[in-house]
T-cell receptor
């Protein structure tokens, strides 16, 4: 069966520090991968999605970036965090040709 | 563009009350429709889905019927429990690699 993991689950980072959130999917090949953000009390915002290695589509211009170095690995990064980057970050995947996406457990980021 | 509109919360109900959360959509094609649930502090979980008109998705006592004529996918449950307290997201998916489109979420609180 397919599983998705993301880490770390919780982190507190100072303003201006770098960020790296990692997500991996197991049990499937060539999935579509997504990063969403959920600010406190708000809905889901799609940040990035990827249909293949090295292919990244950005939905919202900001100081975040994403990379897909391997088929089932998706990384969210920032060189310098802002206070407004605080939120709940969710990685998700969808199988090729599938219509359902499945979410990871989420990562809580607090920028102080 | 494609969009999902769901009723704004929060919705507060007493235990065993009937629940309806409205969801309507706008799409250029024939989407699949979903309800996801997010329990406090967790990622999103697929609750139910329907892939074509008149299909009924059901799970854990929740139901939703894909109504093409009214472009709706309202979520219902006959008798809610305290454990149903969560945020509920309606979403649509079109074919291909396009990301899911989510509504803004509806927070449900069930009190004993």
């Amino acid at each position: 069966s397919q599983t998705i993991h993301q880490w770390p689950a919780t982190l507190v980072q100072p303003v201006g520090s770098p960020l790296s959130l990692e997500c991996t999917v197991e049990g499937t090949s060539n999935p579509n991968l997504y990063w969403y953000r959920q600010a406190a009390g708000r809905g889901l915002q799609l940040l990035f999605y990827s249909v293949g290695i090295g292919q990244i589509s950005s939905e919202v211009p900001q100081n975040l970036s994403a990379s897909r170095p391997q088929d089932r690995q998706f990384i969210l990064s920032s060189k310098k965090l802002l206070l407004s980057d605080s939120g709940f970050y969710l990685c998700a995947w969808r199988g090729t040709g599938g219509n359902t996406i499945y979410f990871g457990e989420g990562s809580w980021l607090t920028v102080v | 563009g494609d969009s999902v509109t769901q009723m704004e919360g929060p919705v507060t109900l007493s235990e065993e009350a009937f629940l309806t959360i409205n969801c309507t959509y706008t799409a250029t094609g024939y989407p699949s429709l979903f309800w996801y649930v997010q329990y406090p502090g967790e990622g999103l979980q697929l609750l139910l889905k329907a892939t074509k008109a008149d299909d009924k998705g059901s799970n854990k006592g929740f139901e939703a019927t894909y109504r093409k004529e009214t472009t709706s996918f309202h979520l219902e449950k006959g008798s809610v429990q305290v454990s149903d307290s969560a945020v509920y997201f309606c979403a649509l998916s079109l074919s291909g690699n396009t990301p899911l489109v989510f509504g803004k979420g509806t927070r449900l609180s069930v009190i004993a």
